[in-house]
């Protein structure tokens, strides 16, 4: 069974920072796309930012400057480096993987941006 696994999320103040982490654990498999999504109760779940293995990037408007998503091919690990967080980044952070047009979700890490 394929499983990732989220790390570094927490209760930071509004102009903090935090970094991400996502791992696999059980069965390793390559990943063509990694990524970030986020979703609050009753929003859909949204793309932060993706990353392919050949490191073509892509980011939500709403990150774009202050979020990086870098990947370790090899390990098929992703981290989200978040900036100048703002209150309204709240969010449960999922972490995701694509291969094959199928996708791999871990649970999520809660995501804190508060005063």
């Known amino acids: 069974q394929v499983q990732l696994v989220e790390s570094g999320g927490g209760l930071v103040q509004p102009g903090g920072s935090l970094r991400l982490s996502c791992a696999p654990s059980?069965?390793?498999?390559?990943?063509?796309?990694m990524g970030w999504y986020r979703q609050v109760p009753g929003k859909q779940r949204e793309l932060v930012a993706r990353i392919t293995s050949g490191s073509t990037m892509r980011y939500a408007d709403s990150v774009k400057g202050r979020f990086t998503i870098s990947r370790v091919n090899g390990k098929n690990t992703v981290y989200l480096q978040m900036t100048s967080l703002k209150p309204e980044d709240t969010s449960v952070y999922y972490c995701y993987g694509e291969r094959d047009s199928v996708a791999y979700w871990g649970q999520g890490t809660q995501v804190t941006v508060s005063s």
């Open positions: 059980g069965r390793i498999i390559s990943f063509y796309v």
